[in-house]
Nanobody
């Protein structure tokens, strides 16, 4: 059974930084693409970033240069480092495992974490 647990969310001021984590159990992380999604109140789920099994990354235009996705296969953990946070970054952030990029976009995988809340407020 593949199980994902996000952590690291919290309250941060605009312009601040936060790092969220996705701990994976039940399988080897190195075999999977890791994706981060977010969803805020009243909005649809949004793909934030992906990192492939060989380290290739893709980002939503709205977060390029501010958010960085990474992975540590030895720790079975994916990360999303968030810098220069904006009010619009406030959301529940979800880790997703096993997706892939197709011709028209990202197809998410079968495995989801419970989410971790990021609040941006002054």
């Amino acid at each position: 059974q593949v199980h994902l647990v996000e952590s690291g969310g919290g309250l941060v001021q605009p312009g601040g930084s936060l790092k969220v984590s996705c701990l994976v159990s039940g399988d080897e992380l190195q075999e999977y693409t890791v994706a981060w999604y977010r969803q805020s109140s009243g909005n649809q789920r949004e793909l934030v970033a992906t990192i492939g099994s060989h380290g290739g990354t893709k980002y939503a235009e709205s977060v390029k240069g501010r958010l960085t996705i990474s992975r540590d296969n030895a720790k079975n953990t994916g990360y999303l480092q968030m810098n220069h946070l904006k009010l619009e970054d406030a959301a529940a952030y979800y880790c997703n495992l096993g997706g892939f990029w197709g011709d028209r976009g990202f197809i998410d995988g079968a495995y989801w974490g419970q989410g971790t809340q990021v609040t941006v407020s002054s």
